[in-house]
């Protein structure tokens, strides 16, 4: 785990796509993408119905290591609004045990706007459109328009570089940063069977906007790496 600054809080990115905390004792994750597998199973795509089970397994891990009291989870938590209605026994009560063991908040997504109305019958937590705490806006997709500190999730981001004479392709971090003391993070995605966007694809970049300096973080060894991804012309 690799602490770092985030305006006045300090952070910590784990090695599996997640960051804590430490003064709210919160995990926050994004796009776990839920029964993801038997979303495509319906229309005959048949995919190891393993994934849900995969991703609750190391988030139950990162919980166990990191000593998290709270999950914030930065929506597209399912693949779909229906997703909690197809796990299986055993996967429903891992979610369960996790939702009764921490204080567990559901942002809504994009794929399960729906939530909020599931949450607390279904698996447990509590479900919102988005989360302020400390002047730290949570919420699943960046907004452009937001002038406080933001983290979100939404765009998966990845980073791709070349390390002697191999292509190594890692999930990251973005972090953006302004003048004016504004920073945004966008965080991995967490889920088992998700892809990646370059994280400095132009929706990415526009996402983070206004700021100086945009830079992928990629926890390595017990140190942050930082990349440049784009910088405003001097």
Known sequence: MVPFSFLTQEMVLTADRALYWPRERALLVADLHLEKASYFAQFGQMLPPYDSRETL????????????????????????????????????GMLSALTRATEWIWITGNHDPGLNSQANRDIGGDAMDELSIDSIVLRHKA?????????????????????????IARPCTVLGTHHSGQQRLILPAFGALTGSMNASDPAIISAMQPADTIDALVPASGRLVQYPLWRTAV
Do not use: M, W
Request: charged residues 30%; aromatic residues 4%; hydrophobic residues 30%.
């Open 143 to 167: 907004s452009p328009e937001e002038c406080a500190a933001e983290i979100s999730g939404h765009y998966h981001p990845g980073l791709k570089v070349r390390a002697k004479g191999r292509s």
């Open 57 to 92: 397994e190391r988030l139950a891990l990162a919980i166990r290591e990191t000593g998290a009291r709270k999950v914030i989870a930065l929506g597209d938590n399912f693949h779909d609004d229906n997703g909690t209605q197809r796990l299986d026994t055993h996967t429903t």
